[in-house]
């Protein structure tokens, strides 16, 4: 941080000081305009392209206004200050100050022979407005999703909880970025412990710039290591959001980034949608087991196949005819990796391939290479399916990262059966039980309500209840008050 | 200070509510985990199951091979799971993590395939048992002893102090 340099009542000082430190002239997107009011200089600094020019335009009508109106040379701040007809306002009395506040679109009015300098908030982000987000999309229900904008997503929360116990504090992480990091929370339900942890972390991070805004916040919060598991839980509905803050959790949102995290977080936040809870209980209950079974099969069917197929002794009287027909020209366990690595190749493709190509795209991968390896005698014929089975499971995963490392972890139970049979799968699964519950997110343990147990939580997450039934917040995020009417 | 005392998470849970959990903990194991054993031995990845240990050792009549029975011997594997909840509420709800749960299951498994095989004259001793059995029933027993075990202690840990972070 550079030393704190006030600002001069020579107003030639202060332009000399903000040309060398800004650039000016250098820069061609920081402007600079000065007027002659009531016979002394008063000077505007503003960023082009974060400024809205007509509120401008507006302020500089009134203040020219003042050389046909007022006569008194002497209160020229005071006069400058009622005139300048905004709601945000403030007095600046340190150069630095202002210069954070120039760079984040405010305009900075410095005046003849005043030792501060006023800055009036006519921030216009470039931007969008709200849109349904791709990745969380119901069939009914509210479209609108978080942006890029910091003020208009806490506007978008605040729609939604009009409590004045909400509350939104504001932090500035990154010597050069100064991004504005926002965390929500409740004040009388989320846990002061949280609360506290998440503020010292986020004070202690120490970096130049946060271009990846929510990421690298996440990655100074959750310790993450080589665990492939997210660790927190990602949304750009403010419905879904809304809904965390009533249930006691801590929301942080990084400007510039659409995404809130939500804290603590437990393996199975990961597995539930915005569109469960939009349909009627029994069908939401139905989606979650359909959910579940895809997500389940998306780790394990695989790796459970193989097994079957390497010993078919296995396999009881009633599932005899599971397993290849014909013996292929390549080991089955090459066949699933290469046609596992296929998809995965095909899904990064077609991120990057533009919508009518992808189209095309998905023709030629689904027809000429499934259908045709299996002619060739590349692939057999169930590996294709099993394959696709367990690929469209990770598609129905809600949580994009948690398909990943779910991915991660099929490849190596796949290896490891391949390599150890039954035990391997065996051991394997047994590791990814013990890998997870050993996981902990913010001091939550992320297998939990499985393990450790707690029976109303877990019915709460295998069946969906209707909202007057649920009565209380889930206690692991340890909850001020408990009962949800409260 | 006196206003916050009234809330919730404040308090210190009761004895009986501490009980239920570990009895609904130590019911719930049994019935989750003795099914992941009977689907490992429908798969044949086991030799064993909770039906040849809670029926077949004693009857053998021929239904002792229905599904009926396997349900039998699960609701009685969940049923005696409840007994083994308490004696690890007793004696290791104060212990902290992951290892002690699972020591505790390799101590079920190893009083169970060593110390109490006697009593059951329909398994074979662990010499004659294949090594896919073993260490499926291995497995399956570190995972119920962490089930039970881990839930336990957490449960407790949580219940003493009043919040966790």
């Keep these: ?486 | 200070m006196g206003a916050k005392k009234q809330l919730e998470q404040n308090k210190r849970e009761k004895p009986a509510s501490m009980l239920s959990r570990t009895l609904s903990t130590g019911f719930f194991g049994g019935i989750f985990w003795s099914f992941i054993a009977w689907i490992a031995s429908y798969f044949h990845f086991t030799t064993v199951s909770p039906t040849t240990f809670i029926i077949r050792s004693w009857l053998d009549a021929d239904w002792t091979n229905s599904w009926l029975a396997d349900v039998l011997s699960i609701l009685a594997v969940s049923v005696i799971s409840l007994l083994v909840a308490m004696v690890y509420y007793v004696l290791l709800r104060k212990t902290r993590g992951l290892l002690p749960s699972i020591l505790f299951g390799l101590a079920l498994w190893g009083g169970l395939f060593y110390l109490l095989l006697p009593i059951f004259p329909n398994v074979k001793p662990l010499t004659q048992l294949d090594s896919d059995t073993i260490v499926t029933t291995i497995c399956i027993f570190i995972l119920y002893g962490l089930f039970i075990g881990y839930s336990i202690s957490y449960e407790y840990l949580d219940s003493i102090s009043k919040k966790n972070i």
């Design chain 1, 1 to 486: 941080m550079s030393k704190k340099i006030p600002i001069a009542k020579d107003i030639n000082e202060n332009q000399s000081h903000l040309t060398k430190k800004l650039g000016i002239g250098t820069s061609f997107d920081i402007g600079f305009r000065e007027i002659i009011l009531l016979d002394q200089k008063v000077q505007f600094y503003y960023v082009t392209g974060l400024c809205d020019t007509s509120i401008v335009v507006e302020l500089l009508k009134k203040l020219t206004a003042i050389n046909d109106d007022e006569p008194n040379k002497d209160k020229l701040p005071s006069i400058i200050e009622n005139r300048l007809v905004h709601q945000q306002v403030e007095r600046k009395y340190e150069l630095n100050e202002v210069i954070t506040q120039l760079l984040s679109g405010l305009i900075a009015v410095f005046v003849e022979n005043c030792d501060y300098a006023f800055t009036v908030d006519v921030r216009n982000y470039p931007g969008r407005g709200p849109e349904e987000p791709d990745t969380e999309k119901v069939v009914r229900g509210s479209r609108d999703g978080y942006t890029e904008n910091i003020i208009e997503n806490t506007g978008l929360t605040r729609r939604r909880v009009r409590d004045e116990r909400l509350r939104n504090q504001i932090f500035q992480v990154g010597e050069r970025s100064k991004t504005d990091i926002c965390i929500s929370y409740i004040k009388d339900i989320a846990d002061d412990g949280l609360v506290n942890t998440i503020i010292k972390e986020i004070k202690s991070i120490d970096i130049d710039g946060l271009a990846m805004a929510d990421k690298t916040i996440e990655e100074y919060l959750v310790k993450q290591g080589a665990n492939p598991f997210p660790l927190v839980r990602y949304t750009e509905r403010p419905d879904v959001a809304a809904n965390h803050l009533f249930e006691g959790h801590v929301l942080i949102m990084a400007d510039t980034s659409p995404s809130m995290i939500i804290t603590p977080t437990t393996y199975f936040h990961h597995v539930q949608h915005a569109e469960e809870y939009r349909q009627s209980p029994a069908v939401g209950s139905f989606i979650k087991w359909i959910r579940f079974i895809g997500i389940f099969a998306s780790v394990f069917l695989l790796p459970f196949w193989l097994v079957l197929t390497m010993e078919p002794s296995l396999l009881p009287e009633a599932l005899h005819f599971i397993g290849p027909n014909e013996v292929g020209n390549i080991p089955i366990v090459i066949q699933i990796i290469f046609a596992d690595i296929g998809i995965e190749l095909l899904r990064m493709a077609a991120i990057h391939t533009p919508t009518p190509l992808s189209t095309a795209m998905g023709l030629i991968a689904a027809v000429l290479i499934g259908q045709i390896a299996i002619d060739v005698g590349l692939f057999s014929a169930e590996v294709i399916l099993y394959v696709a089975i367990s690929a469209i499971g990770s598609y129905a995963t809600p949580s994009y990262e948690l398909s990943i490392a779910n991915k991660i972890n099929r490849v190596l139970l796949i290896i490891i059966t391949a390599l150890f049979g039954v035990k391997g799968l065996v051991i394997g699964f047994t590791l990814y039980v013990l890998h997870l519950t050993n996981t902990k997110s913010l001091n939550t343990p992320y297998l939990w309500p499985f393990i450790p147990f707690n029976g109303n939580a877990l019915i709460q997450i295998l069946f969906r209840f209707s909202v007057p039934m649920t009565k209380k917040r889930p206690s692991i995020v340890h909850p001020k008050n408990n009962y949800k009417q409260r």
